[in-house]
């Protein structure tokens, strides 16, 4: 049998708290590395402990979660770590800082308990979690701050089809929906989407409808 997926529960209220590491060590492929209820604890924590998830707050005292994130995962961290935002709050710009710092994935604390563990086990395997819905609202109102104002945009280095999928990624389609539209398989969308988040040296694909945005490739 393969080790269990060590996870950080990081919340500043001890019941939300209690709740989510209970739900998690029930499970026989989920382990419970540690628990903490701030950001600046989280960072420590994640590297003596080296857990594959950490279940990140954000709205949290001595650290936030966007800023332990940023520590965790963002841009330049030689050794990132995958994080899951789980927060109360639905707010559009808590999901696009959250993302911006390195998230992996965003949940809302009223989802059901086998989201919350299908969001980690998607997580720890690399894939990124968004609700297309939640992106299709983020992109609706952040796009005009995340394209860049002015200039041409770069040479996009794909294929005129890895082109037609990322313009689907970045309108929140998932894989079965973008398999129908472009009447292909899944197991060829995902081939694509490999593609793609390879040539474009891309970690997932919420990273994939950012860099679509800011190149200018949907409206």
Do not use: W
């Not at 060590?25 to 989920?30: G, K, R, V, Y």
């Not at 963002?74 to 559009?92: A, E, I, M, Q, R």
């Not at 968004?130 to 005009?144: C, F, H, I, K, S």
């Amino acid at each position: 049998m393969s080790a269990p997926v060590r996870i950080l529960v990081c919340d500043d209220q001890i019941l939300i708290r209690t709740g989510l590491v209970t739900i998690i060590d029930a499970q026989p492929d989920l382990e419970v590395a540690g628990e903490c209820g701030d950001g600046q604890t989280a960072v420590g924590l994640a590297g003596q402990l080296r857990p594959d998830v950490v279940v990140m707050d954000i709205r949290m005292p001595v650290l936030d979660g966007i800023e332990a994130t940023r520590l965790l995962a963002g841009s330049g961290v030689p050794h990132p770590v995958k994080v899951l935002v789980v927060t109360t709050f639905n707010l559009d710009e808590y999901v696009y800082e959250a993302l911006r710092a390195g998230a992996s994935g965003f949940l809302l604390k009223d989802a059901p308990p086998d989201r919350l563990l299908h969001g980690i086990r998607t997580v720890a395997a690399g894939a990124a979690l968004l609700d297309p819905e939640v992106t299709r609202q983020l992109v609706g109102r952040y796009a005009a701050r995340i394209r860049p104002a002015e200039g041409t945009p770069h040479e996009v280095p794909l294929t005129p089809r890895e082109l037609q999928v990322l313009r689907l990624i970045a309108d929140g389609l998932s894989n079965s929906e973008i398999a129908v539209a472009l009447v292909i398989s899944q197991e060829t969308v995902k081939t694509f989407v490999s593609r793609i988040l390879t040539k474009l040296q891309l970690r997932d694909r919420v990273q994939a409808v950012v860099y679509a945005y800011r190149q200018g490739l949907v409206t």
